[in-house]
Nanobody, 117 residues
Framework: QVQLVESGGGLVQPGGSLRLSCAASGTAISFSLYGMTWYRQAPGKQCELVAGVTATLTTNIADSVKGRFAISRDNAKKTVYLQMNSLKPEDTAVYYC?????????WGQGTQVTVSS
């Protein structure tokens, strides 16, 4: 059973930066084959895709965070990162990590990001 653990969330002032990490374990199949995606859900809003990276390192960034957020992965560490710069109050949400392979997907428990002065 694949387990995903997010970390790195917290309280940050507008304009600040955070780096989220998502560490995977229990991957019977090589972590490098998984498509990895960050989602977020703000209170009262639908869950939205933030950024994704495929097994071939193709990335997809939501328009709302393009130019401010970047996704990367370290397959040796079985970890995917979300670098968040120039944070805005509207980035406040619970951020979730998702792993997909062969039509099966797995979710982490989420990490809270709060952008406020």
């Amino acid at each position: 059973q694949v387990q995903l653990v997010e970390s790195g969330g917290g309280l940050v002032q507008p304009g600040g930066s955070l780096r989220l990490s998502c560490a995977a374990s229990g991957t019977a199949i090589s972590f490098s084959l998984y498509g990895m995606t960050w989602y977020r859900q703000a209170p009262g809003k639908q869950c939205e895709l933030v950024a994704g990276v495929t097994a071939t390192l193709t990335t997809n960034i939501a328009d709302s965070v393009k130019g401010r957020f970047a996704i990367s992965r370290d397959n040796a560490k079985k970890t995917v990162y979300l670098q968040m710069n120039s944070l805005k109050p509207e980035d406040t949400a619970v951020y979730y990590c998702n792993a997909v392979l062969l039509h099966k997907d797995y979710w982490g428990q989420g990490t809270q990001v709060t952008v406020s002065s």
